[in-house]
């Protein structure tokens, strides 16, 4: 079995550059049609109907670790029913919460207080966004399919696929049907995903998948059961963060606000994910190595880490940094709470990332009981911090208390992690790593100043803050020889001790 996980990597990171410059456009060109304020109603619409899916990722999150392990016995037929179980069961399940939340979309409405107009908007609307999630679950069971069987790489050609459909069908249907036209964009991308996904997913396990795969094998579901069970856990420990946050915002703070959050949101979410794509990757080969091959596969943990920590510093800091200068291109203006937005959820978000190696390691051993009890964290945390600083009339700091949430949580579990795998604590600061964040530190302060004077027009102002900036890091990557040390580690190849893997 070949792990082709350079191209993998490489795939994964294009795919997040291609997603991220399609929803760019995407949003700018939303904010042109149809404002700010609408564009907060179809945040809200998607994050309570993503609470649906999210109940359902319990599932697509363990077809990629066993697809992984049926794939390296070669056992086919045994991947052939896992894919018919999940998909059988989340359809099922799908229907079910999507009746309960149709049921009671009226005390949704009636908490948030839309008002009339945008009520009607809302719930003509949310039958179209059930659609939209069903189709991106039932075809995420082919993707992760994929995945599982080191096909990452379609699976990422199929998504750079869909944003394009998603951009091109909103060019398209949103003059003619306004916000009711980004259902169709969706709708559109995600039958184009789970029409590819399955041609390929039937091609490479060469067995008989139906167009609508279903089945139940008893077998297959109770092997696969108590890891499922505890992504489950997980996956509803993940309901009460971002749909809950978004509704208390729209509450206490309205809707405008939270289109500005949504655009912020978006930006920093695409940037994880791509500081996270080679991280992700190496979640069949923790699967593969096990518990029996623990120093390889923390090799390829440190060494992730190390990457992990730069990088993240790196994009996450610079994005803060040029927050402003996205506001102008984005909105039009310079908007302080789009601002605020942004560098909150940059840093909250950066804690977080550094934890996500030791989360797909514990992920791939199929040890995550504190990746369980890490959502458990941030959510009483989140949760009372917001609806604290709401209840006082503090709104605008609810994002504050996510920040807080994500670092607790990061350092909760990478302390365990280190302290299960006898790792030393040094590592949680890599070599150079201190010298880097003081370097940083003062290379933000000084771009802070710039892009507070007024000596130059707004524009050159900003962009001559994130100049300063990256030219600070770019520095310090060079003379230090830690960028070097970096890419060594990036194009390194590694074979491992077993003479069936390969990591390239």
Known sequence: MNFSLRKNTYSSIGQVIFTGVSLFLLYKFLIRQLGLEQLGIWSLLLSISSS????????TGSIVRYVAEFHAEKNNRDALKLVQTFFTSILALFIFISGLLLINQELIIQFVKLGEKNKEIFTSLLPFALT??????????????LEGIQKLYIKNFILMGSSLITLLAALLFVPLYQIKGI???YISAH???YLVGWY???KNIEQPLLLLPLGWNKAIFKKTFSYNIKFQAISISSILNDPLLRIIMVRYTGLQTAGLYELASKIIMQMRALLITATQALVPVFASLGKERKEEALHFYNQSYELTFFAGLFSFSILAVGSPLISVFLIGYPSENFVWFMVILAFGWLANS???PAYFANTGFGTINSNLITHQIINIVSLSICFGFALIGLGFWLITGWAIALL??????MTFFIYENKLPYSSLIPKGGLSYLLISAFGFLAAILIVQTNVTPTVLRFSGAVIFYTLIQLGYFYFSGTGQRLISILFSTKKSNNPDIIIS
């Not at 649906?52 to 599932?59: A, D, T, Y």
């Not at 939209?132 to 399919?145: D, H, P, R």
Request: glycine letters at 10%.
């Open 191 to 193: 039958v184009f995903s």
């Open 132 to 145: 939209i999630l069903l189709l991106s679950t039932l075809s995420g069971v082919f993707l992760s399919a």
């Open 200 to 202: 390929y997913i039937r």
């Open 183 to 185: 259902t169709f964009a």
């Open 354 to 356: 550094l934890s996500t």
């Open 408 to 413: 607790l949580g990061t350092v909760y579990l």
């Open 52 to 59: 649906v899916g999210i109940l359902n990722s319990g599932f």
